[in-house]
């Protein structure tokens, strides 16, 4: 069903029960699918509703998946829903090789689902660290970045399937194509982090 077509059938008296929905998380196409279709055919009012409290609704029909996203606010005017809070380099690291694994996937494959077991992350990451790093806690800690990233709903767990996941595509929203574009340098203050240095990871997304 198109966003034109959604909107002949659906009515502002659903509006309270999709933005309510927004407001706890992301809304995916694939798993609620009645909430999907009350969303694109209430796009407008749901955007000129959360305007209202300073917030931008993020719809990607193409890949099936909306949430809510604090405006821009230089002049911190607004209070923020949810706060900015900075990820650990461990997290920012994993973030950014799931979203330059889904580069990959895209390009070479015509499946729409990037699946992962852990051991295929863990060899992601082996992959990337240089010789100097202490490749066997980064390993250790690996279990704790993943659940976190599993809590931030870019990794979600395979039913019946234990150590198994599949890449959630709303990770393209957050690791956006800028962010892609200073990868290459992005990874070198990741490499210059593992040996004692600073980086600078990405930042956790004001999503609600």
Do not use: C
């Not at 749901?46 to 604090?70: H, N, P, Q, T, W």
């Amino acid at each position: 069903m198109t966003t034109t077509d959604a909107a002949e059938t659906h009515t502002p008296e659903e509006l309270p029960g999709v933005v309510t929905k927004l407001f706890k998380g992301v809304v995916y196409a694939e798993t609620d699918e009645k909430i999907w279709q009350s969303l694109l055919g209430l796009s407008s009012h749901v955007r000129d509703y959360v305007a209202v409290l300073g917030l931008d609704l993020i719809l990607d029909e193409s890949e099936g998946y909306a949430f809510l996203k604090s405006r821009e606010d230089p002049d911190g005017t607004l209070p923020r829903l949810i706060p900015r809070r900075p990820l650990t380099f461990n997290v920012s690291l994993l973030l950014a090789l799931l979203r330059g694994r889904m580069l990959e996937f895209d390009t070479n494959s015509s499946e729409l689902r990037l699946i992962m077991t852990e051991q295929d992350i863990a060899d992601m990451v082996a992959v990337f660290l240089p010789e100097s790093s202490n490749e066997a806690r980064i390993l250790d800690q690996l279990g704790t970045n993943i659940k976190k990233i599993v809590e931030l709903g870019f990794l979600r767990k395979l039913r019946g399937q234990t150590g198994t996941y599949e890449v959630a595509r709303i990770l393209k929203a957050y690791v956006d194509a800028q962010w892609l574009e200073e990868f290459d340098a992005r990874l070198a203050d990741y490499r210059a982090s593992l040996t004692g240095a600073t980086a600078t990871g990405p930042k956790e997304e004001d999503r609600t």
